[in-house]
């Protein structure tokens, strides 16, 4: 965790990224995830030889057939997902990792963020970009996301960084009374989607995307 704006070679062009992010006219990005966008550093989430694309809003490809997300998406996703510190947070499809670190900026040291991811080679890329950065409150475990990860449920808030044919039951379970999570749903055409757990679940629509295929049970 860094508690000073992080300084590195990057900086200027991290800083133009986020300022063009707090710019966007259809979306409003919360000042705290502008803030944690600040923070990490995306070149080192993505192949070294990308280093120098890592501040471009757009996806980049991580290997098996797998990328990261937008930095767009992911702080479009962050500001739905309203996270405040300290909250227990689960997110399927940890992939570089470099979403969990913002999650782990955004819950701070008295949170906790677990991550499943369901191939191995990505779940090592992960660990190694977030041990190389510091956050050692993200927990990235193998497995299918799509049965949650009921060992250290319930969760204040869940996110799925792919998308869905339908909401899974495991994780509506698995998320707290009051909980959040955002979750893209569709195959051919996706639409994220912000889901309220009270006393019966809600689902509010937040527009289309673009994800990779949520594989598994009760995915794809
Ligand atoms: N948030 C990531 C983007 C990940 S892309 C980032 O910031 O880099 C989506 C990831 O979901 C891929 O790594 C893919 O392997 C993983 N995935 C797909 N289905 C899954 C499942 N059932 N359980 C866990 N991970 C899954």
């Not at 992080?6 to 992010?21: C, G, H, K, Q, Y």
């Not at 499809?93 to 969990?100: I, K, M, R, V």
């Not at 994220?192 to 009270?198: M, P, T």
């Amino acid at each position: 965790m860094h508690h000073k704006t992080r300084v590195d070679s990057f900086e200027p062009i991290r800083a133009r990224l986020v300022n063009s992010l707090q710019g966007r006219i259809d979306t409003h990005i919360s000042k705290q995830v502008l803030q944690a966008m600040m923070q990490v550093p995306r070149h080192l989430f993505v192949r070294e030889s990308d280093a120098s694309h890592a501040y471009e809003d757009y996806p980049l490809s991580i290997g098996h057939k797998q990328t990261i997300s937008a930095p767009h998406m992911v702080a479009i996703m962050c500001t739905l997902l309203d996270v405040q510190k300290g909250m227990n947070i689960l997110e399927i499809g940890a992939g570089s990792g470099y979403h969990s670190a913002i999650l782990a900026e955004l819950t701070g040291p008295t949170g906790k963020v677990y991550s499943v991811e369901r191939i191995p080679e990505l779940l090592k890329f992960a660990r190694n970009n977030l041990h190389n950065t510091g956050y050692h409150n993200v927990i990235i475990t193998t497995g299918d996301g799509t049965l949650g990860l009921p060992k250290h449920a319930p969760y204040d808030r869940i996110t799925v960084a792919c998308a869905a044919p339908t909401i899974p039951p495991p994780l509506i379970e698995q998320l707290k009374q009051g909980g959040k999570m955002v979750i893209p749903i569709g195959e051919s055409v996706q639409d994220l989607y912000l889901v309220h757990k009270n006393d019966t679940i809600s689902k509010e629509k937040s527009g289309g995307v673009v994800f990779v295929p949520l594989i598994g049970e009760h995915g794809f």
